[in-house]
């Protein structure tokens, strides 16, 4: 892996709530080694509370490409 091979690429990713909200529609990124992303969006979306729930409530399509040795962290709002 180089420095401009991403470690995480998004291809064509949508995730929809099990309510049917669309919290991503066709989501095309790429982060570098190194890059730190932060994830921000209206209070009540689910950004860190459905991160971690363990209950199925999205439904997605699309790819999530993670490469072999990329090191990934993720920080939760709350512990």
Do not use: F, N, Y
Request: proline share 5%.
């Amino acid at each position: 892996m180089t420095a401009e091979t991403p470690a995480l690429r998004l291809r064509d990713l949508s995730v929809t709530l099990d309510d049917g909200t669309a919290v991503l529609e066709d989501t095309d990124v790429a982060i570098k080694p190194g890059e730190r992303v932060l994830i921000v969006g209206e209070s009540g979306t689910g950004k860190s509370t459905r991160t971690w729930d363990r209950r199925p409530m999205a439904m997605g399509d699309g790819m999530i490409e993670l490469q072999k040795h990329a090191k990934l962290m993720l920080l939760p709002q709350r512990s």
